[in-house]
Nanobody, 118 residues
Framework: VQLQASGGGLVQAGGSLRLSCVASVSIFGINVMGWYRQAPGRQPELVATVTSGGTTNYADSVKGRFTISRDNAKNTLSLQMNSLKSEDTAVYSC?????????????WGQGTQVTVSS
């Protein structure tokens, strides 16, 4: 499974960006997809996840500002980021998890840089 992320860039505080992650396979069967981020000098953190059933989960720091969605027809995971803050600056990576009888298989896409200027 290959995941190709795009959509990062430089934006002013208060602005918006939309990240996309296209999978090389159908995402219909992917149990959980999500976005994670890592800022310089900090540990990676979960931003948001969405299950195959559409259940979403957000980090407290992004609730009300970010929206995660998945389009099974386009094999795409998206993250709409509004009201961006300087603390949102990080490398954002997408993740796909399959739950199997043998455990969880996890796949990562390459990161896309998001820089928010204050």
């Amino acid at each position: 499974v290959q995941l190709q992320a795009s959509g990062g860039g430089l934006v002013q505080a208060g602005g918006s960006l939309r990240l996309s992650c296209v999978a090389s396979v159908s995402i219909f069967g992917i149990n959980v997809m999500g976005w994670y981020r890592q800022a310089p000098g900090r540990q990676p953190e979960l931003v948001a996840t969405v299950t195959s059933g559409g259940t979403t989960n957000y980090a407290d720091s992004v609730k009300g500002r970010f929206t995660i969605s998945r389009d099974n027809a386009k094999n795409t995971l998206s993250l709409q980021m509004n009201s961006l803050k300087s603390e949102d600056t990080a490398v954002y990576s997408c993740n796909a998890q399959f739950f199997t009888e043998l455990g969880t298989r996890s796949y990562w896409g390459q990161g896309t840089q998001v820089t928010v200027s204050s």
